[in-house]
């Protein structure tokens, strides 16, 4: 069994992608919330039993960073020069030389990979094959390495550039994912050259020369969706759709009702509970955890929060990070929420912010209200009690505490602590001038322009 043996994985994350145009690195491109890089390190993770090496470039400190926060352990290697693939595999090579059973290399910019096919290519190394290549059969084979094949052998890969017109005709292609028997695996690479159009070393070559020497080649098939190069925006972007798909898929499997599901944006990470309702329209950004029967409603944008059982959210709501809802809360239309716990049955359902706060059991926050947690300086709390009722219009200026079920009035600012139980009004009190109006609009209408007077 391949997973008895030890494997190495190494990443390849230092190229520039200056396809894209951007001044961020490829990898740490997103989609569905999670860059290029950590979608391939959660594969390896998944797959299990790797050890794992992750090649950046010179100015690779943020694509290390990235490696790190996913995959602690992973061993981090520079290419100084970005060379080519190959020579990118060759930066890890210290670990390499540790003679691993399987070394695997796996493009940080194909993030589609599953682990199941990191498996299945470690297999056929298992089996004695010195270099294994995942293949696939693109609808447009532009860009991709071409794999040549005769009577069931791989012989060679050649790289578009460098192909003729009959092995530009092939259509079975490089996935970008290989695997190598450990042994033999560095005096391979060593051996790649840079004879080629681009100047570069070439881990495709990698093929060729194992043959050379006597060892087996091999080819293992899959579709187009799992190996997905990005290498431009355009790219990005369709992958992305791809993994939509999957995602929307996987949660209408699990019980989860998406009313338009192709209007519904997931992260890969989304966690939504059985008999869930998504109205169309509505984004989950990373970390979203949502319990059975809760209803996101349309136009919701939810970020690092938990929705609990039951609980409705939207139309128009916001969720940011640590938004905290339990059983039965209600959030209506254009309210934000961050880093509060909003407990059973608690609602705030008309445009509300609530952040650095807790909202007790049963309380009702009316529209308007807003929780001041920021005074230019630093961030303060607020705690509302269980059944409070919190008056349409109300400031509630942080620190500040308001009882279990005490009444805020209406339009108050609320300065100190109100007691549990008690009314607190914060606003000056009304003043009616009778007559006021009246005498205004008479001055006016003879062309005067001063007061009416007291
Ligand atoms: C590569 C393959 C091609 C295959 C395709 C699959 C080679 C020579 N070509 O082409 O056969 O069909 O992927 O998607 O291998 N990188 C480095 N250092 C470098 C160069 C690249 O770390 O010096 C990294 C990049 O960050 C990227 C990966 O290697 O993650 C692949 O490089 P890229 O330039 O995208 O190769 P392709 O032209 O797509
Ligand atoms: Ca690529």
């Known amino acids: 069994m391949a997973l008895e043996r030890t494997c190495l994985a190494v990443v390849l994350a230092a190229g520039e992608g200056t396809r894209m145009r951007s001044a961020r690195p490829k990898v740490l491109h997103a989609i569905a919330g999670r860059s290029l890089l950590a979608h391939v390190l959660h594969a390896v993770r998944e797959a299990g039993g790797t050890m794992t090496a992750v090649v950046v470039g010179l100015d690779g400190e943020a694509v290390a960073a990235e490696a790190k926060r996913i995959l602690p352990e992973a061993e981090i290697f520079v290419q100084a020069e970005r060379r080519g693939t190959a020579h990118a595999v060759l930066a890890a090579k210290a670990a390499i030389a540790r003679a ?4 695997l290399v796996i493009f940080g910019d194909t993030p589609l990979i599953r682990p199941q ?8 190394v298992a089996q004695g094959t010195a270099v294994v290549v995942l293949g696939f059969r693109p609808q447009d084979p532009a860009g991709y390495g071409r794999l040549v094949v005769e009577g069931g052998e791989l012989l060679a890969i ?16 490089n996935g970008g994912l290989m695997a190598f028997a450990g042994p033999t695996a560095l005096a391979i690479l060593e051996r790649i050259g840079n004879d080629n159009r681009k100047g570069e070393y070439y881990l495709t070559d990698a093929v060729a020369i194992a043959r050379a020497m006597g060892c087996k080649a091999k080819v293992i098939e899959t579709e187009e969706d799992e190996v997905r190069g ?3 925006n355009a790219q990005l972007a369709e992958t992305a759709a ?3 798909e999957r995602l929307r898929k996987a949660a209408m499997e699990q019980g989860v009702t998406l009313v338009a599901p192709e209007t519904v944006y997931l992260s890969s990470d989304t966690k939504l509970g059985r008999d869930v309702v998504v109205e169309p329209f509505v984004v989950f950004g990373p970390g979203v955890t949502v319990e059975d029967n809760a209803v996101i409603r349309s136009f919701s944008h939810l970020e690092r ?8 959210v939207g139309p128009y709501a916001r969720l940011r990070p640590g938004a905290r809802l339990q059983e039965n809360v209600h959030v209506g239309n254009f309210v934000e929420i961050k880093e509060a716990l909003i407990e059973t049955g608690a609602k705030a359902n008309h445009l509300s912010y609530i952040g650095d706060a807790t909202v007790g059991a049963g309380a009702n926050v009316g529209a308007g209200t807003i929780t001041c947690n920021y005074d230019g300086v630093a961030k303060h709390r607020t705690e509302i009690g269980k059944d409070a009722f919190i008056g349409s219009n109300s400031a509630l200026v942080a620190p500040v505490k308001i009882g279990d079920g005490a009444y805020v009035g209406s339009g108050s600012v609320i300065t100190h602590d109100v007691p549990a139980g008690a009314l607190a009004l914060g606003r000056g009190r009304q003043v009616v001038k009778e007559g006021w109006a009246r005498r205004l609009r008479e001055r006016m209408s003879l062309g005067k322009k001063a007061m009416p007077g007291k």
């Open 100 to 103: 691993p059973d399987d070394v």
């Open 230 to 232: 990005i290498n431009t």
């Open 117 to 124: 096919t990191l498996t299945r290519i470690r297999e056929a």
């Open 158 to 173: 050649r790289e578009e550039v460098d192909a003729s017109p009959a092995e530009r005709a092939i259509k079975l292609c």
């Open 242 to 244: 791809v993994l939509q």
């Open 305 to 312: 929060a938990h929705v609990g059982k039951g609980a409705q």
